[in-house]
């Protein structure tokens, strides 16, 4: 079951990616890799390809992780997956932010956004807001990059009261992972001098 086997050898790559044990996820990656392409499974390529581009950007090297997230781009438009486009080009665009190229990373970070909005990807969309609020901080003022992460943290929000049925544990895990934006808007909202609303969004991240 080459399928099979490929899918479980790119599943052990992304455990040992998950364990910053970076040498060992690349080889299981690069393994799955080529029984993809020798089966011809452009689904379980792409993801593959992501997951090696995801390791390059860990391991500080951009370059290289631009270039497989560029493979993987090609590979996933070629079977219409909007769902894993959208994800790729906000990874595209982070790699472009990286290394200091912004107007190349807003652009995808654009594309990123209408296809996350169009398919109802709320997570997805609320992590590219925030990676828009972010580079516009950068590029266009505290002013700008607010509207974009108060966008952001109403997504989260949403997703937090859908969320009411899991455990406090797992709703706490959720949080822990959003929690940056909600602490990066609060700090700017407070360079602005507008401190109410800065503790608003803190008085949120508590509750």
Do not use: C, W
């Amino acid at each position: 079951d080459r399928t099979g086997e490929g899918i479980t050898l790119n599943n052990i790559g992304l455990i040992y990616n998950n364990l910053d044990e970076y040498s060992k996820s690349l080889d299981y990656y690069e393994r799955a890799l080529m029984i993809s392409r020798e089966i011809g499974s452009r689904a379980v390529e792409g993801s593959i390809l992501i997951g090696i581009g995801s390791t390059y950007e860990k391991l500080n090297q951009p370059l290289r992780a631009l270039d497989y997230y560029e493979q993987a781009l090609v590979t996933i438009r070629a079977i219409d997956d909007y769902a894993s486009e959208g994800v790729i080009l906000n990874n595209i665009g982070s790699t472009y932010d990286e290394l200091g190229q912004h107007s190349q990373a807003l652009d995808h970070y654009e594309q990123a956004l209408m296809i996350l909005r169009e398919i109802g990807n709320r997570a997805g969309e609320g992590a590219t807001l925030n990676n828009i609020g972010r580079l516009l901080e950068t590029t266009g003022g505290p002013e700008l990059a607010i509207v974009f992460l108060k966008q952001s943290v109403n997504l989260y929000e949403e997703i937090r009261k859908g969320n009411q049925s899991l455990t406090q544990e797992q709703q706490q895990s959720y949080t822990d992972t959003i929690a940056g934006t909600y602490r990066k808007l609060a700090d700017l909202l407070l360079q602005e001098n507008r401190v109410l609303e800065a503790q608003a969004v803190l008085d949120l991240l508590r509750t």
